[in-house]
């Protein structure tokens, strides 16, 4: 039996536990785990996420180990050391990307490297990709050389 904590769940923990309800309710017995695992994806990104709003530009380096959801402007590279970089769809940026996880609902303009690479349907990246796992989904634009594989090191 897991023992719950209060301060160890999530502040949204209701809407979690709602949206498996409803997955499991449309999908049966076959409901999708890449489903459950995208919504509490997005359920934790929310929760703990630094935000560049729409009508916000920066222009330098960002570094940092945190999540960012850049819904504006961003020119000038990305690294997120240990963090998920998600571009909103009215989000941009341009410059080189690493990060642990890139999710693309906008555009990036530059080479991306990740463990993880994701390019939703509105999405958009012009440079090359480097990661072990990526997901193109259906109406993504991606333009460049794409490398998929185990991190090599040295």
């Known amino acids: 039996m897991?023992?719950?904590?209060?301060?160890?769940?999530?502040?949204?923990?209701?809407?979690?536990?709602?949206?498996?309800?409803?997955?499991?309710?449309?999908?049966?017995?076959g409901a999708s785990m890449s489903k459950i695992y995208d919504e509490l994806r997005s359920a934790e990104q929310l929760r703990r996420a630094s935000h560049v709003p729409a009508g916000v530009r920066i222009v330098g380096e960002i570094s940092g180990s945190e999540d960012l959801t850049a819904d504006g402007s961003i020119e000038g590279p990305v690294k997120l050391s240990n963090g998920i970089l998600s571009?909103?769809?009215?989000?941009?940026?341009?410059?080189?990307?690493?990060a642990k996880e890139v999710i693309v609902h906008g555009t990036v303009t530059g080479n991306v490297e990740a463990d993880r690479v994701e390019i939703k349907p509105s999405g958009t990246i012009l440079g090359d990709i480097v990661t072990s796992r990526i997901i193109i989904n259906d109406g993504a634009r991606c333009t460049g050389m794409v490398d998929v594989g185990e991190k090599r090191t040295g």
């Open 2 to 29: 897991v023992k719950e904590y209060p301060r160890a769940r999530p502040r949204n923990a209701r809407r979690i536990v709602t949206t498996i309800a409803k997955l499991g309710k449309q999908g049966g017995e």
């Open 87 to 98: 571009v909103g769809e009215s989000g941009s940026v341009k410059g080189n990307v690493a």
